[in-house]
T-cell receptor, first 116, second 114 residues
Framework: NAGVTQTPKFRVLKTGQSMTLLCAQD?????MYWYRQDPGMGLRLIHY???????AKGEVPDGYNVSRLKKQNFLLGLESAAPSQTSVYFC???????????????FGPGTRLTVL | AQSVTQLGSHVSVSEGALVLLRCNYS??????LFWYVQYPNQGLQLLLK??????LVKGINGFEAEFKKSETSFHLTKPSAHMSDAAEYFC????????????FGKGITLSVRP
């Protein structure tokens, strides 16, 4: 049981390049989330999904797109990377509706992205 | 809207000393509250959570937190710090119900001196 995994672990991009971050979970969770973590800012929600085929905007969605074609995968895309998107990106998943109260989110190990 | 305030960015304690990390929340409805820990170069891991049952919540690694509605607080404590407790700690709040999202505080770094 691997939990939540993220690919890649590190990436360096030039301004204007595009890339996709992959998140996979093997816990059969309904809900999945993408966060970014910046020093002194805590974690901020970018986009989330409440089930296969669904996506919704979080607190800081601009410049990012997501897709949830399969229940176990949640992809985060940067179409035209900017230096302001330099950050550590975390994926998380949870049971969602029908799960336990105060649903725990399980986090992946993170992707460190630098945009030059 | 809900929010969490973690005052200060860094706390330093000696090994064996009491750990106290403060968290105050703002929520229009009775909240669920969480403490997560992040060890260096790792993802976040749940320490404990409050779900409107017992106000004193015990978590992993000897940590506990007490929900105080009158003070809108959910401070994290541990009686005796270990070197292995050095990490970043995040308080988070959510509203009960489906599709409820977590709102995180800015985090606080705990250092433990030998």
């Amino acid at each position: 049981n691997a939990g939540v995994t993220q690919t890649p672990k590190f990436r360096v991009l030039k301004t204007g390049q595009s890339m996709t971050l992959l998140c996979a979970q093997d816990m059969n969770h309904e809900y999945m989330y993408w966060y970014r973590q910046d020093p002194g800012m805590g974690l901020r929600l970018i986009h989330y999904s409440v089930g296969e085929g669904t996506t919704a905007k979080g607190e800081v969605p601009d410049g990012y797109n997501v897709s949830r074609l399969k229940k176990q995968n949640f992809l985060l895309g940067l179409e035209s990377a900017a230096p302001s998107q330099t950050s550590v990106y975390f994926c998380a998943s949870s049971y969602g509706a029908g799960g336990p109260p105060a649903d725990t989110q399980y986090f992946g190990p993170g992707t460190r992205l630098t945009v030059l | 809207a809900q929010s969490v305030t973690q005052l200060g960015s860094h706390v330093s304690v000696s090994e064996g000393a009491l750990v106290l990390l403060r968290c105050n929340y703002s929520s229009s409805v009775p909240p669920y509250l969480f403490w997560y820990v992040q060890y260096p170069n790792q993802g976040l891991q749940l320490l404990l959570k409050y779900t409107s049952a017992a106000t004193l919540v015990k978590g992993i690694n000897g940590f506990e937190a007490e929900f105080k509605k009158s003070e809108t607080s959910f401070h994290l404590t541990k009686p005796s710090a270990h070197m292995s407790d050095a990490a970043e700690y995040f308080c988070a709040v959510s509203k009960p119900g489906a599709n409820s999202k977590l709102t995180f505080g800015k985090g606080i770094t705990l250092s433990v001196r030998p």
